[in-house]
Nanobody, 123 residues
Framework: QVQLVESGGGLVQAGGSLRLSCAAS????????MGWFRQAPGKEREFVAT????????YYADSVKGRFTISRDNAKNTVYLQMNSLKPEDTAVYFC????????????????WGQGTQVTVSS
């Protein structure tokens, strides 16, 4: 079983930046692809970014491309989401997720989830 704990959320003005962290437990962290998803009130959970187990391949939702960067440090068992140029529409609970080997755009294909961290962007 893999445990994931997100941190780094908070309140920020539009145009500001935040860095989310996701700390993972387990001996096989390096074999897991990781993803970030978000969910706003009354809306479905949506894909934000994903990164391969090696860190060499990343993909982003069009809405965050050029503003957000996903990265990982396998030695620290941690994945990050650097969020720049934040917009009010980025406001949501952000979830870290893990799945074995291959990266994915789809929440249904992830096996493990963190509890989420709130990001609020004011106008």
């Amino acid at each position: 079983q893999v445990q994931l704990v997100e941190s780094g959320g908070g309140l920020v003005q539009a145009g500001g930046s935040l860095r989310l962290s996701c700390a993972a437990s387990g001996r096989t962290f390096s074999s897991y692809a990781m993803g970030w998803f978000r969910q706003a009130p009354g809306k479905e959970r949506e894909f934000v970014a994903t990164i391969s187990w090696s860190g060499g391949i990343t993909y982003y939702a069009d809405s965050v491309k050029g503003r957000f960067t996903i990265s990982r440090d396998n030695a620290k068992n941690t994945v990050y989401l650097q969020m720049n140029s934040l917009k009010p529409e980025d406001t949501a609970v952000y979830f870290c997720a893990a799945r074995e080997w291959s990266y994915s755009y789809y929440a249904s294909e992830y096996d493990y989830w963190g509890q989420g961290t709130q990001v609020t962007v004011s106008s």
